[in-house]
């Protein structure tokens, strides 16, 4: 795994071991593939990592991510639509900076419910 530009975001490479990548999967249930410049290339979930290969790269999905600007709605129709629970947040070059949670949108949704209800 490598360590991302924001810290604290675990991404990995299409190089990287499928079998080191996979055990380290266990804590977090989808890792960005990144390239030499931290640029979007796939998603590695952990039922990826039930197929057959050598490396992230033989296994990965296609890149799903939203951008810095795009919206909370665009952010959940995504996740739903691909079954993801996170879903990378790149920049305008497609480089990785954050990432979309299912908790983090729970979190929204009952702020924003609470705010809105009469009191």
Request: net charge negative.
């Amino acid at each position: 795994m490598l360590a991302a530009d924001p810290p604290g975001l675990a991404v990995t490479s299409p190089q990287s071991p499928l079998r080191e990548v996979a055990a380290s999967l266990q804590a977090s249930d989808c890792l960005p593939v990144v390239d030499d410049h931290f640029r979007l290339v796939g998603l590695l979930s952990e039922r990826n990592t039930r197929k057959q290969g050598d490396t992230v790269e033989d296994v990965m999905r296609p890149a799903c991510a939203v951008g810095e600007a795009d919206s909370l709605a665009t952010a959940a129709a995504l996740m739903l639509k691909n079954g993801l629970s996170h879903l990378p947040v790149v920049d305008s070059e497609g480089r990785v900076v954050g990432a979309v949670t299912k908790a983090a949108l729970f979190w929204c949704l009952a702020e924003y419910a609470d705010a809105v209800r009469p009191h």
